[in-house]
């Protein structure tokens, strides 16, 4: 429980006034990835339950893209905004590197968070229209549990920085140990509580073989331009998991 709330304070701007002190296996947590992703699901899903009483779908699905990003403080977006400035600026490693440590943001930058937003708003506003708000629930939970694919034999270029703390240190038990309870979860909570057919249940858990494949050929590709993985590109997996999860659900349940 000490570990859970610790990574719960570290990835969300949730105030926990709880002092966890100082853990020399804090790379540990990586277990919890995914149940941080359910708090955070079930908190945007009584959002928009409570939004939706006010207002039509469209703001609703706003005000549900909103509130993930205050909820986790803009931490993941920031990534995706320095990995798309750096990585797509076409310049040698070391130049790319330091781009990603600038906290100025360029072109590249704001076209990905701009578009990351507007298709995010899109695809939550069909989900609503569809009667399926509740699968939002597990849009965090699956591109926390995807972004451990970046953390398993993986290095990183930097001597310093706060992906360190994870970054190759994701052992095979803890990802199996995550990938086994965030199906159970998944399964658990849309069919006894949403009762949901077994194909949609089913549809849901293919979305994380999709994450898995798709955030391995990110690896490769990100492998290419900076032989290895940063903090920023831990967020911006975890940004583009949360597209991805929505796009699937979009073509696969609606």
Not at 112 to 124: D, E, S
Not at 157 to 186: D, Q, V
Request: net charge neutral; glycine share 8%; charged share 15%.
């Amino acid at each position: 429980m000490k570990r859970f709330i610790s990574i719960l304070q570290f990835m969300t701007r949730i105030p926990i006034n709880i002092d966890t002190g100082f853990d020399e296996e804090f790379h540990k947590t990586i277990t919890y990835f995914p149940l941080v992703g359910l708090v955070l699901g079930v908190l945007i899903y009584i959002i928009g339950l409570v939004s939706g009483i006010f207002f039509d779908s469209f703001i609703t699905s706003i005000i549900v893209t909103l509130a993930l990003v205050i909820l986790t403080g803009g931490l993941h977006i920031d990534g995706l905004g320095d990995t798309f400035d750096a990585i797509y600026s076409y310049r040698d490693k070391e130049r790319m590197l330091e781009i990603m440590k600038d906290s100025r943001l360029g072109t590249n930058s704001l076209l990905a968070i701009m578009f990351l937003i507007l298709l995010k708003i899109g695809f939550i506003y069909s989900i609503i229209n569809n009667n399926l708000l509740w699968t939002v629930i597990f849009m965090p939970v699956v591109a926390r549990l995807g972004v451990i694919v970046m953390m398993y034999k993986t290095v990183t270029p930097r001597e310093n920085g706060m992906g360190n703390l994870f970054i190759g240190k994701a052992s095979t038990s803890m990802f199996a140990i995550a990938i086994l309870y965030t199906i159970i979860l998944m399964i658990g909570i849309s069919k006894l509580i949403f009762l949901a057919s077994t194909f949609e249940s089913m549809m849901l858990i293919s979305t994380i073989i999709i994450l898995f494949v798709f955030n391995n050929l990110f690896k490769k590709h990100i492998y290419k331009k900076i032989d290895g993985v940063t903090g920023d590109i831990l967020g911006c997996t975890i940004e583009l998991g949360e597209l991805i999860y929505l796009f699937c659900i979009y073509l696969l349940l609606i």
